[in-house]
């Protein structure tokens, strides 16, 4: 028996604990670092219901999800939660997409990313380990993957 835990959670909670723990700093553009404040309420996205930002000082758009391993995915800020809950405690892939009504393929590739991020942070600590900070496995996550890739060509953007 599947339980409706996703449908009973508090959304307004929920992407209060996400800007919490993905950026511990405050959410800003992470174009060019502007502050929150700077920055428009553009739209909404449609599955996962997260407000995008436009950046006033840059016109760029960014939302909870950008610069961290959710980037682009559709999960709702309730499926991020119990996603990142489920893959810390260790949860087979098959199972907890089940559960979270995502697909098997998305499960795989958020859970390798978060485990690339983890294992980035903390040398060769299982991430089934509870003792593992979670915060690190998210936080920027795919910023050095990005930077990576656009090295070619971008030259600034780097935050920090
Ligand atoms: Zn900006």
Redesign the pocket.
């Known amino acids: 028996m599947d339980f409706p835990i996703v449908e009973l959670m508090d959304r307004e909670a929920c992407t209060a604990w996400l800007t919490r723990h993905f950026h511990p700093n405050g959410l800003k553009?992470p174009?060019?670092?502007?502050s929150l404040d700077q920055s428009i309420l553009f739209r909404q996205t449609k599955r996962s219901g997260l407000d995008v930002r436009r950046?006033k000082?840059?016109q760029?758009i960014y939302n909870l999800y950008s610069r961290t391993a959710f980037e682009g995915r559709r999960f709702t800020p309730e499926q991020t939660i119990l996603f990142l809950r489920e893959v810390v405690q260790g949860k087979p892939t098959a199972k907890l997409s089940r559960e979270l009504s995502i697909s098997r393929t998305t499960g795989l590739t958020v859970r390798h990313l978060l485990q690339a991020n983890a294992e980035q942070e903390q040398a060769t600590e299982p991430l089934s380990d509870l003792e593992v900070e979670t915060d690190e496995m998210f936080q920027n996550a795919g910023e050095k993957r990005r930077l990576a890739r656009r090295s070619a060509g971008s030259t600034s953007k780097k935050g920090q």
């Open positions: 553009c174009h060019c670092q502007a950046c000082a840059c760029g």
